[in-house]
DNA sequence: CTACTTGCAAATAATTTGCATGCGA
DNA sequence: TCGCATGCAAATTATTTGCAAGTAG
């Protein structure tokens, strides 16, 4: 289980197992698959079991379970980082332009043997890569739709 | 010429052309392939010729020439945004973990097909993507080398 | 002229840090 | 007990905004 995982990931460099700790593992494991969470939206899904909490411990602690790679942290382009469980599964995002709706997609462009061939011509070591995938979902061009199609009728 | 086609986008736009906008431009034209500049960099440049600028001028303008398509905006998960001079040419970017330096590459792994694909499996609309190779830049590497080297030899 | 722009200063927003106290192992 | 952790407050960094004065077209 995830939890069990942290938990000895914890142990192993000594970090200790705070109640805090435990609260925000707790938020990151009842999200799985859902959007990933920035520093604030996890800092208030805390609160409500650990009122007081502050949102710099929030922050302390996203690093040190980016170190512990518990969770994966994200950058969508909006001035903050995401955050979330890693999954342990390489994959990448969709993520929507209007509404900030965010799906994981397996799929992944990038091959080893271009890797390895930009590796060499470039004289450059490729640790990672991030590939995220911008653009419009269903609910928000719909609603595109039915608001064109209204100002085209009262226009 | 890059300016001038700066220039007519301004004046397409109803944006007036003032000697800010031109320092600013200009910097960017000088700035080709390389290091995609953060907003404060734009703004050390700018001010060697024009002392009287304020950030927030740099800010104000990076929205526009952004707006206009003269530059990109480049995200290397630093914390802050870094932009370009929009070349016209698709491309990607190598970013070194160690020492931040970037470097073009016309590479895409991202197929027509398989952005067809994704768009109908998940019902949603791809306006853009962004892929980033990090690693590590040849001099970091052999900065990284010599120093455990010598640390092999005096430990 | 006059609407778009700028510079200044102050406001925000995200994240980080110093420090005294607290608490897990 | 002892060193890592926390909460509080204040600092930092990146970016944005209000406003009066300036200027390009």
Chains 1, 2 share one sequence.
Do not use: W
């Amino acid at each position: 289980m995830k939890e069990d995982y942290a938990i000895e990931q914890f142990r192993k460099k000594g970090y200790k197992i705070t109640p805090q700790r435990q609260e925000i593992l707790r938020v990151f494991i009842g999200n799985i698959d859902s959007h990933p969470l920035s520093a604030e939206e996890v800092y208030r899904k805390v609160v409500e079991r650990y009122p007081n909490i502050g949102i710099d411990t929030i922050y302390r602690n996203l690093s040190v379970f980016l170190e512990l790679g518990i969770i994966n942290k994200l950058n969508f382009r909006e001035g903050k980082s995401r955050y979330e469980l890693n999954s342990g599964k390489h994959h990448h995002h969709l993520v929507c332009l209007k509404c900030g709706l965010t799906e994981q997609i397996d799929y992944c462009p990038f091959k080893e043997l271009d890797l390895e061939k930009i590796q060499e011509e470039k004289n450059f070591e490729i640790k990672k890569h991030s590939f995220e995938l911008f653009g419009y979902c269903k609910l928000c061009r719909e609603k595109q739709a039915e608001k064109s199609l209204s100002e085209a009728l009262s226009g």
